[in-house]
């Protein structure tokens, strides 16, 4: 997420040219998108991060189901 943020900054700041952005070249902000893109769709497939996301959301879920069962027993 921050690696889209400073994209996000850089094309704005880029775009209105502000200060030394102004004079960036706009490959640099297309690289930093083409890295983005790798990471985001196959680095971090590769690593688990996509996977592990999602099983702490079903941990989560899990842990909430077992409180509110136990709860209306009581």
């Known amino acids: 997420m921050p690696?889209?943020?400073?994209?996000?900054v850089l094309?704005?700041?880029?775009?209105f040219e502000v200060w030394r952005f102004a004079e960036l070249s706009w490959w640099w902000i297309?690289?930093?998108?083409?890295?983005?893109?790798?990471?985001?769709?196959f680095i971090e497939k590769?690593?688990?991060?996509d996977k592990r996301k999602a099983h702490d959301l079903d941990e989560k879920r899990r842990k909430e189901r077992v409180?509110?069962?136990f709860d209306k027993r009581k």
């Open 3 to 8: 690696l889209i943020l400073l994209i996000l």
């Open 11 to 15: 094309v704005v700041l880029r775009y």
């Open 30 to 41: 297309v690289g930093l998108m083409v890295a983005g893109f790798i990471w985001f769709e």
């Open 46 to 49: 590769m690593l688990g991060l």
């Open 67 to 69: 409180k509110q069962s």
